[in-house]
């Protein structure tokens, strides 16, 4: 059998927020439908779109903006380049104008009420998130084709057989931890670099390391931005930005201009523990409300988990002097392999497990990548990884009024402190004693995920979503 093969930058992919399965996905699906009419010359005879909404896509979709995504998605932009400030107006005048500039080329007429369509009580069996483009064209033919958005930005058209890319030869090929550590074993190599190794099947390793520093550049922006913008988040639930205030507070009121002497002066500030979990939160948070602001995040390896990682980053680089190159490429080269594993083995789909694929992915990623950096050992860092999971497991998704903000924002701050106890706790552990492995949490996080009620599955149909009553003042 065929192993799959995941590369650091399907698992850490640049866009914009809220959701890496409901506003990525689906934008990334409707570029690939545009592409298609392009390609097949029938741009310029397409008369009329009209979108369907499936399942989770269609109950939290306005929430996590897929209908913004698609739009913009059949526009032609594309969330790693697209201006965030430009989201909201260009969305706007698509509706206001009921016209779409399809590819950016070819003008149609749309309706915002008529030709996207939430069909909230329907569900294909594939998987919860589903859209369905149909292009009706001059001649009066159709044609209809259905994407399924898989998690973390992986988006899978019907009809294919699973998601793929060009097959390489990997020199390590992993889809477990199991063999993953085999491989350690063998060639005496920590995890980062045997990812550095694999990535090297694709592409040049210096084009490796600087598309990840890439990442972290947008990572290193997105927290810094976050931790500097007030406000408050748009949706509905009037929910105040906190990293700024806490930034204020933290920083002792002092205003820096640059990233590089802002994180200087939080290192200045000491290392109590105290001190370091305030700031670890701060981190967290400043992400998350720059994803549920339609700011540009990085998937790691989701959007609604999208500060797990970074949080725990910038503790490396603020707090063990990790501010270097090379240590960042390795940092994120190891978590990237731990969220692979659990993407080969279960989901990283909240709509398919709950929050426990995407928090407790991300902070086992983090936990496993800390460990390393701080000098874990290889069964180390599947111990921390393992850990990390095992304290998420069952972890649902209820996102109250479908948005990105409560109770997810908080998680990430969770996930973060988690992951550097989990990262603690083995480094401190004999790993050879442990009695559960890193493959058997996988499999238990999917097994759990099968047997989860679907509406703890980001459906906003359970939990928190349907006990917190929307008018209530915040307290």
């Known amino acids: 059998m065929v192993k799959e093969q995941i590369s650091v930058f399907d698992m850490f992919k640049i866009g914009i927020g809220p959701s890496s399965s409901h506003t990525l996905g689906p934008w990334r699906a409707a570029q690939q439908f545009t592409r298609r009419l392009m390609q097949s010359g029938l741009l310029e ?3 009329a779109i009209q979108i369907l909404l499936y399942g989770s896509l269609a109950k939290t979709g306005i929430g996590h903006g897929t209908d913004v995504a ?3 998605g059949l526009s032609g932009d594309d969330p790693e380049t697209f201006a965030v400030d ?7 005048q698509i509706k206001q104008r009921r016209l779409l500039l399809l590819g950016g080329e070819h003008e149609i007429p749309f309706s915002y009420t008529d030709d996207l369509l939430f069909l909230y009580a329907e569900s294909l069996p594939y998987h919860p998130n589903a859209v369905t483009f149909q292009a009706l064209l001059a001649h009066g033919k159709a044609i209809s084709e259905t994407y399924y958005s898989i998690g973390g930005g992986f988006v899978l058209k019907e009809g294919d057989d699973d998601y793929h890319k060009q097959e390489v030869d990997l020199p390590f090929p992993i889809q477990n931890a199991k063999e993953l550590l085999v491989w350690c074993i063998r060639t005496g190599l920590k995890i980062s670099e045997v990812v550095l190794e694999n990535e090297q099947a694709w592409r040049p390793e210096e084009e490796t390391k600087a598309g990840i520093l890439r990442i972290f550049g947008t990572i290193r922006d997105c927290i810094y931005r976050g931790c500097h913008t007030t406000g408050t988040l748009p949706g509905g639930l009037h929910v105040e930005r906190r990293a700024y205030k806490l930034n204020k507070r933290l920083i002792g009121g002092r205003n820096y201009t640059d990233y ?3 994180v200087a002066a939080i290192r200045a500030g000491g290392d109590s523990f105290q001190y370091t979990l305030d700031w670890v939160s701060c981190f967290a948070l400043a992400v998350n409300e720059e994803n549920a602001s339609f ?3 990085v998937t790691a390896p989701t959007n609604g988990a999208a500060g797990v990682i970074p949080a725990v980053l910038q503790y490396f680089i603020v707090f063990h002097d990790g501010f270097d190159d090379d240590q960042i490429i390795r940092f994120i080269g ?21 929050c426990q694929a995407e928090i407790g992915v991300s902070s086992a990623m983090a936990a496993g990548a800390l460990t390393e950096r701080l000098g874990g050992s290889q069964r180390q860092v599947l111990m921390a990884a393992e850990i990390a999971m095992e304290h998420h497991l069952g972890l649902t998704c209820d996102p109250i009024g479908g948005l990105v ?27 050879d004693k442990a009695k559960v492995s890193l493959d058997a949490v996988v499999k238990t996080m999917w097994e759990t995920a099968q047997d989860m009620n679907a509406k703890y599955k980001e459906t906003a149909d ?3 979503a349907v006990n917190i009553p929307l008018s209530l003042p915040e307290c």
């Open 45 to 47: 005879q397409t008369a």
């Open 70 to 72: 698609i739009l913009l």
């Open 86 to 92: 430009q989201v909201t107006p260009k969305v706007t």
């Open 260 to 262: 590089e002497s802002w």
């Open 295 to 297: 700011g540009r995040v």
């Open 334 to 354: 190891t978590a990237s392999e731990i969220g692979s594993i659990f993407k080969k083995g279960a989901t990283i789909s909240a709509a398919m497990g709950g």
């Open 405 to 431: 903000q409560i109770p997810c924002i908080e998680r990430n701050t969770m996930g973060a402190i988690k992951a550097i106890t989990a990262a603690q706790l083995a480094l401190q552990s004999n790993p």
């Open 462 to 464: 359970g939990g928190l």
